[in-house]
């Protein structure tokens, strides 16, 4: 059947509450490919006493919330190696669970280090509508437990499993949330109670859900994390595609490791269980990846960035969602238990490249990336043809797939340029009156030094200069962006000033939230606000003589000024900029008025002796 055939009825549309959505669904999606993969005898039959909810409904349907935690409860009280914590609670008040597996059942932090092992997390339903991950981790630990198929895995690793990390999206639960993904038939919603995107608040942490999330990886210091998703957008053979930021990026160490130990490790394990792996698929032009594909590097908004910039292991799984539920689900179970394995097995070479990462201290540090100006390199696709026609709705051509294979040679490009990049300071000083940014390096981890006394000192700041704010919000604030400009002052900082070094683990991440320029900087993300705005003026019956006595006293100014007349005409016709140029030229102007009030201590720069910070 031909997508430009669809076209519903308004009896359809007026009856579509009462449908349930896969068969409505099934109507306006491509082809769906046949499958029967080695895979499926993972799954236990639906009259199984530790059958999980999604196998008794044969994966057609996802547990609720209630159902998911008393399913882990049973478990946890049937097996001493199930320990169920709660980290964090949304903002409807539900308790935010993680299941803690380890071979002796130990369940704290401390425990888990004390036993020598890599410690995977893996976290599910950060967007709660793509719920795959949720209900492979529950089938991977019953195995590992009660179900004993996989009991040898807690020799070598211990899991951190997250079911439902956007707990609130979840339970916004309908048949309508992804008309693009086959299954299950209900499903969560994307975003949070407070309509947040968490995987857009790695950096910025305004969502008490990302807070909890950052806390564990801060304490309970996992050696390797997977960020578990479902695809939107075009169609292909792959059913799992996962990836991570590149070895350009900021762990080169961490990415070669992923790239050569990881990748065919867990690449091997699904072919041989009937799944086709790949690379992350983001085409070129938005829509059809035949015409080329673009290797993303995040920046740390996102999960695979914030790891990047955090020196942590991190994968972003992107299952196929036009694929069915049942494979999709299975190729996750498939991914998480060769993940411990490969942890198990490799656990040295992985934790010697973290080390290497941490230790590193690039000179130069990119804040933003960029696809080289070069030919890129062509790599295989398993694509699905394609074919375009016009549409009556749009008058635009639409992208049609047919559902048959085809095997491509596509363009590659890598966003492995810098596109804009700092020199690494010795450290940054924020004042004390910026308690909102002093608190996000807190909850990152981000160690710094606040001052018992005041401290004279000799600093690098940045004058912002056209400033502009988006015209509407995004992830419930308002980004703002301005050009930069730097200048030494020496200033007195107060008491609880902090400085926030730069040799330290964090110090890649401390410069990416604290350099105005960077993508997801905490400037960028809208904390500065105030510095924005003017708060003194001069009226223009006082401003209007003493500019004429200015220009009286002053031959160079009196230059300026008519070049600038003769030159700008918009400048010419506002009498009200030709006030404000003479206003920004005396004492009486503030002079803080656009000065980022973050300095910078150049790397091996001298300061001025002051009082010595606490401890």
């Known amino acids: 059947m031909r997508f430009r055939r669809l076209i519903p009825s308004a009896a359809l549309l007026a009856s579509a509450a009462a449908l349930p959505p896969h068969p409505a669904a099934e109507a306006v999606l491509p082809p769906a490919p046949k499958w029967d993969g080695a895979s499926r005898r993972l799954a236990l039959p639906p009259d199984h006493p530790w059958a999980t909810p999604a196998e008794r409904e044969l994966f057609r349907h996802t547990p609720r919330y209630d159902e998911t935690m008393a399913w882990l409860s049973r478990l946890a009280e ?19 669970v993680m299941a803690v597996a380890s071979r002796e059942g130990e369940a704290t932090p401390e425990a888990l280090r004390r036993s020598g092992r890599p410690t995977v997390l893996a976290q599910a339903g950060i967007h709660a509508g793509e719920i795959d991950g949720k209900d492979a981790g529950m089938m991977l630990l019953r195995d590992l437990t009660v179900g004993g198929r996989e009991r040898a895995l807690l020799e070598g690793a211990n899991l951190l499993f997250v079911p439902i990390f956007n707990v609130d999206g979840h ?3 309908s048949r309508f949330g992804r008309v693009n993904q086959r299954g299950p038939e209900e499903t969560g919603w994307r975003t949070t109670a407070k309509n947040l995107n968490l995987n857009r608040d790695y950096a910025k942490l305004d969502a008490p859900e990302m807070r909890a999330l950052v806390r564990v990886l801060r304490e309970w210091a996992p050696d390797l994390y997977l960020d578990l998703h479902v695809t939107d957008g075009a169609d292909y053979q792959y059913d799992i595609t996962f990836g991570w930021n590149g070895p350009h990026a900021h762990s080169p160490a961490i ?8 990748r065919p490790a867990v690449s091997q394990a699904l072919r041989r269980e009937g799944h086709v792996p790949g690379p992350l698929v983001f085409p070129a032009d938005g829509r059809d990846p035949s015409r080329g594909i673009v290797g993303w590097t995040a920046s740390p908004r996102y999960s695979t960035g914030y790891g990047d910039a955090r020196h942590l292991p991190t994968v972003l799984v992107e299952n196929h969602s036009l694929k069915g539920y049942e494979r999709r689900v299975l190729g996750t179970y498939v991914l998480l238990r060769e993940t411990l394995r490969v ?22 540090v990119p804040l933003d990336w960029r696809v080289p100006d070069e030919k890129p390199p062509e790599i295989e696709f398993l694509g699905v043809s394609s074919r375009e026609h016009l549409s009556p709705v749009t008058g635009t051509p639409v992208m049609e797939w047919t559902g048959r294979p085809v095997v491509l040679r596509v363009p590659y490009a890598i966003a492995s340029e810098p596109a804009k990049s700092v020199s690494r300071p010795d450290a940054y000083w924020i004042p004390p009156a910026w308690t909102e940014v002093i608190d996000r390096l807190s909850w990152h981890g981000i160690r710094f030094e606040r001052q018992v006394a005041p401290r004279r000192l000799r600093l690098a700041y940045y004058r912002l200069s056209a400033p502009e704010l988006d015209e509407r919000p995004f992830e419930g604030r308002v980004r703002v962006s301005a050009a930069v400009s730097v200048e030494v002052r020496e200033e007195t900082w107060p008491a609880g000033s902090v400085r926030v070094p730069t040799d330290q683990e964090l110090g890649d991440l401390a410069v990416l939230l604290l350099e105005p320029e960077s993508p997801d900087s905490l400037f960028r993300w809208g904390f500065f606000l105030p510095v924005l705005q003017r708060t003194e003026y001069i009226e223009p019956y006082v401003l209007e003589p003493l500019a004429r006595a200015m220009l009286e006293e002053d031959p160079d100014l009196r230059a300026e000024f008519l070049r600038r007349l003769e030159s700008d005409e918009a400048f010419r016709g506002d009498p009200a900029a030709r006030l404000r140029f003479f206003y920004e030229r005396t004492p009486y102007f503030d002079e803080r008025y656009l000065l980022y009030p973050v300095a910078r201590e150049p790397a091996g720069g001298e300061i001025s002796r002051g009082s010595p910070a606490s401890p």
């Not at 049937?78 to 935010?96: C, D, H, N, Q, W």
């Not at 990415?255 to 990881?262: G, Q, T």
């Not at 942890?343 to 690039?362: F, K, P, Q, T, V």
């Open 171 to 173: 339970e916004r639960f």
């Open 343 to 364: 942890a198990a097995e490799h656990g040295a070479e992985l934790r010697e490249s973290i080390a290497a990462d941490r230790r590193r201290r690039r000179a130069n």
């Open 78 to 96: 049937a097996s001493p190696r199930v320990t169920l914590v709660t980290i964090g609670r949304s903002p409807e008040g539900r308790a935010i």
């Open 255 to 262: 990415a070669r490791w992923l790239d050569e130990v990881y």
